[in-house]
């Protein structure tokens, strides 16, 4: 199973994320994560990715697809993999489908989460006071005034993907405003229609 999780912050990306790789025992490439390890790190990277994190805005496509590029090599990414957070421009998904095409591989699916852009930051706030209650350190982007810098970013560049991946047959779109087991049964039944479909000489 190839995938690649769309949505806007606190779409439940994570949260299903997690639940795909459970039962699909595939691995989660989130380039967020990848990105503030390398910040934690103080490798060149992350000395570039810090402010520009902080901020809210988008780190450039190279350095992302870099990182990806070699990622995508490793052998545990044989049995599988979900993209979480890449590609997030449309450069970026260009980039990845030379890659997908340099290693003979296919998407099996886009799937995005969509919600109310309005519940988003009730559903930040809420993280943010849960994990703050739990004695969890914050992420420098979690925060009102960086999480509006951050859906400006992903309605400009990001929310085109979708167009692009209709395009291609490859998208599947869910309601993620439903509870979380919803979600999840109607990202899996979603994927199994696709399957079958693909299967049976259909796309898209
Ligand atoms: P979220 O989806 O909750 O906004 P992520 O953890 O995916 O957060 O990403 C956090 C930050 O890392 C982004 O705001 C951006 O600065 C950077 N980032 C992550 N992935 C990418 C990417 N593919 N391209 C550019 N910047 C990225």
Redesign the pocket.
């Known amino acids: 199973m190839r995938l690649v999780l769309l949505g806007p912050?606190?779409a439940g990306?994570g949260t299903q994320g997690d639940r795909l790789i459970e039962r699909h025992g595939i691995t989660r490439l989130?380039?967020?994560?990848m990105?503030r390890a390398a910040v934690k790190a103080g490798t060149p990277v992350g000395l570039k990715a810090k402010d520009?994190?902080a901020r809210?805005?988008?780190?450039p496509?190279e350095m992302?697809i870099a990182i990806i590029r070699d990622r995508l090599k490793e052998s545990d990414m044989k049995p599988g993999f979900i993209l979480?957070?890449?590609?997030?421009?449309v450069a970026?998904a260009e980039a990845l489908d030379e890659l997908l095409a340099e290693t003979g591989i296919k998407l099996d699916a886009v799937v995005e989460l969509k919600v109310d852009e309005g519940a988003l930051l009730k559903r930040i706030e809420t993280r943010i006071a849960e994990m703050t209650a739990r004695g969890e350190p914050i992420r420098a982007?979690d925060n009102p005034e960086t999480l509006k810098k951050?859906l400006e970013?992903y309605r400009a560049q990001t929310a085109p993907l979708s167009a692009y991946y209709a395009k291609r047959g490859a998208l599947l779109e869910v309601d993620g405003m439903a509870p979380i087991p919803v979600v999840e049964t109607t990202i899996d039944e979603g994927l199994k229609a696709r399957k079958a479909a693909v299967s049976a000489g259909f796309r898209g």
């Not at 809210?56 to 780190?59: E, K, P, Q």
């Open positions: 912050p606190g990306k989130s380039t967020g994560d990105l520009i994190m809210g805005d988008l780190v496509d992302v979480d957070g890449f590609p997030r421009t970026q982007d951050r970013a």
